[in-house]
């Protein structure tokens, strides 16, 4: 079995690159019509979603890994500059790259910190 179909190596592998901003090796672990739904964006391509981790440079600090089959499921801390939120994400990987990414939120935080400045 070759090493990327696996969906959990896949997914952590995409994530670590996101960690230390290497958006080059990230972008190899998804097709480029995925999609991308959470609390404040929806998103039918990779050129789209790359564009906005690009500038807001998310890190995360993995709690807890869930998979089912092409299906991998991330508890997480996420920092947004100075701010820790913590999220979920449901990461569906075909033909050994991220199809589809799905987040969950309180975007509560993000909003009001907007709202202030």
Request: proline share 3%.
């Amino acid at each position: 079995m070759e090493s990327r179909s696996n969906a959990k190596e896949v997914v952590m592998s995409f994530v670590k690159a996101l960690n230390i901003e290497d958006f080059k090796t990230a972008k190899s672990y998804v097709s480029d019509n995925m999609s991308f739904l959470g609390p404040l964006a929806s998103l039918d391509n990779a050129e789209a979603y790359f564009k906005d981790m690009e500038r807001i440079r998310l890190k995360f600090d993995i709690k807890k890994v869930f998979v089912d089959g092409d299906d991998v499921c991330l508890l997480y801390d996420f920092s947004v500059g100075t701010m820790t939120l913590f999220g979920c994400g449901w990461y569906h990987v075909e033909q050994g790259k991220i199809s589809s990414l799905r987040v969950v939120f309180d975007p509560r935080p993000l909003v009001e910190s907007s709202v202030k400045r």
